[in-house]
């Protein structure tokens, strides 16, 4: 298949899709009309709602990738993504809307220079535009513990944009709602993690690609606006369960080896604290997939030894951007601290 001519014709945009039929009537139409020559395709992980036939219908210009079954985010987006072959890829969710625009200054941001691997643009909530969104905000940060955070984002605390996060700079992780990604790097790193299934994925690829020598950037010339929990609310317990399994994981696999010991004792009493947490204000379901991710972690734990192998951890938290080298969960609970700003990070 050959790429339409026009200036982002090297560009892929992959849209992977599982029964998003809704998103794909709503948002698709504003991502043709703003490709700027890119390719855009729809992988279809399996969708038993109108997707595909929507897809053959109304939007015949689209290119349609069928995988045999609900693979997840990870596994979905590598097997798509190995049938491509354009120097860059946009991994972009379904209920994303772009603007006019978008797509430009970040391909102009990779092609500057080599170094930089992933880019993201400002995502704001589709809602309410005035704000950021919570998948990404304003580009994608740790603590020393790992857990993740924005600029423009703590936990679930949104800031309004103000265009105080308008710069473009380097970054610990671009979120895989809109990710611009340099196709030879991605090859490089065997992709998404595929023990994942969904969430965290994102972040544990922009730590191997540092830990290789890559950059991660994030550019606030470029805006999108994401619906969010279009496939998983954030207060459902597959959620809860994902996100602490893969965090624990990704923490373990990517630390470097001195700081590895004292990084996963603290984050294994934080995630009790949290379990606790839940388990006190009656959220039991939550509770349970907090045990289950621990549970799931520690039964894998050879697998996950070996990844960590293969993913050969060196860089240091104070050597990497977009690293807080205090506690996240100190700050915000204990510390009251509801803005990026009052973190003292520049």
Same mark, same amino acid.
Not at 162 to 170: A, E
């Given at each position: 298949?050959?790429?339409?001519?026009?200036?982002?014709?090297?560009?892929?945009?992959?849209?992977?899709?599982?029964?998003?039929?809704?998103?794909?009537?709503?948002?698709?139409?504003?991502?043709?009309?703003?490709?700027?020559?890119?390719?855009?395709?729809?992988?279809?992980?399996?969708?038993?709602?109108? *997707?595909?036939?929507?897809?053959?219908?109304?939007?015949?210009?689209?290119?349609?990738?069928?995988?045999?079954?609900?693979?997840?985010?990870?596994?979905?987006?590598?097997?798509?993504?190995?049938?491509?072959? *354009?120097?860059?890829?946009?991994?972009?969710? *379904?209920?994303?809307?772009?603007?006019?625009?978008?797509?430009?200054?970040?391909?102009?941001?990779?092609?500057?220079?080599?170094?930089?691997?992933?880019?993201?643009?400002?995502?704001?909530?589709?809602?309410?535009?005035?704000?950021?969104?919570?998948?990404?905000?304003?580009?994608?940060?740790?603590?020393?513990?790992?857990?993740?955070?924005?600029?423009?984002?703590?936990?679930?605390?949104?800031?309004?944009?103000?265009?105080?996060?308008?710069?473009?700079?380097?970054?610990?992780?671009?979120?895989?709602?809109?990710?611009?990604?340099?196709?030879?790097?991605?090859?490089?790193?065997?992709?998404?993690?595929?023990?994942?299934?969904?969430?965290?994925?994102?972040?544990?690829?922009?730590?191997?690609?540092?830990?290789?020598?890559?950059?991660?950037?994030? %550019?606030?010339?470029?805006?999108?606006?994401?619906?969010?929990?279009?496939?998983?609310?954030?207060?459902?317990?597959?959620?809860?369960?994902?996100?602490?399994?893969?965090?624990?994981?990704?923490?373990?696999?990517?630390?470097?080896?001195?700081?590895?010991?004292?990084?996963?004792?603290?984050?294994?009493?934080?995630?009790?604290?949290?379990?606790?947490?839940?388990?006190?204000?009656?959220?039991?379901?939550?509770?349970?997939?907090?045990?289950?991710? %621990?549970?799931?972690?520690?039964?894998?734990?050879?697998?996950?030894?070996?990844?960590?192998?293969?993913?050969?951890?060196?860089?240091?938290?104070?050597?990497?951007?977009?690293?807080?080298?205090? *506690?996240?969960?100190?700050?915000?609970?204990?510390?009251?601290?509801?803005?990026?700003?009052?973190?003292?990070?520049?």
């Amino acid at each position: 298949m050959r790429a339409a001519a026009g200036v982002c014709a090297d560009v892929a945009i992959v849209i992977l899709n599982w029964n998003g039929a809704r998103f794909l009537r709503r948002f698709l139409p504003g991502v043709l009309t703003h490709a700027d020559g890119a390719r855009v395709i729809v992988a279809d992980n399996a969708s038993t709602d109108e *997707s595909v036939e929507l897809l053959a219908r109304d939007f015949p210009l689209v290119e349609l990738l069928l995988l045999d079954s609900n693979l997840g985010f990870c596994e979905g987006y590598n097997q798509a993504l190995a049938q491509v072959d *354009s120097e860059f890829f946009v991994l972009l969710n *379904s209920d994303v809307e772009v603007t006019l625009g978008w797509l430009r200054p970040l391909r102009a941001l990779l092609e500057a220079s080599p170094r930089i691997a992933a880019v993201q643009p400002k995502i704001l909530a589709h809602a309410d535009p005035t704000h950021f969104e919570y998948a990404g905000a304003g580009g994608g940060y740790l603590d020393r513990l790992a857990y993740p955070f924005c600029r423009g984002r703590l936990f679930d605390t949104l800031e309004k944009d103000q265009g105080q996060y308008d710069d473009p700079r380097p970054v610990a992780w671009a979120s895989g709602a809109c990710l611009l990604l340099r196709r030879t790097a991605w090859q490089a790193m065997g992709g998404f993690e595929p023990a994942y299934f969904a969430h965290m994925e994102e972040i544990d690829l922009c730590w191997r690609l540092q830990n290789a020598g890559h950059e991660v950037w994030y %550019h606030g010339g470029s805006a999108v606006h994401h619906v969010g929990g279009g496939t998983l609310p954030k207060t459902n317990p597959r959620k809860t369960y994902l996100n602490f399994r893969n965090g624990l994981a990704m923490l373990y696999k990517n630390t470097a080896a001195r700081e590895l010991p004292g990084s996963v004792l603290q984050r294994l009493l934080l995630d009790g604290v949290a379990g606790l947490r839940f388990l006190a204000g009656g959220e039991f379901a939550n509770f349970w997939a907090v045990l289950r991710a %621990h549970f799931s972690f520690y039964g894998k734990f050879g697998y996950w030894r070996k990844q960590r192998r293969a993913a050969r951890p060196q860089l240091r938290a104070s050597q990497r951007a977009g690293v807080y080298n205090g *506690s996240l969960v100190w700050a915000y609970f204990a510390g009251g601290k509801r803005k990026f700003s009052e973190l003292g990070l520049k």
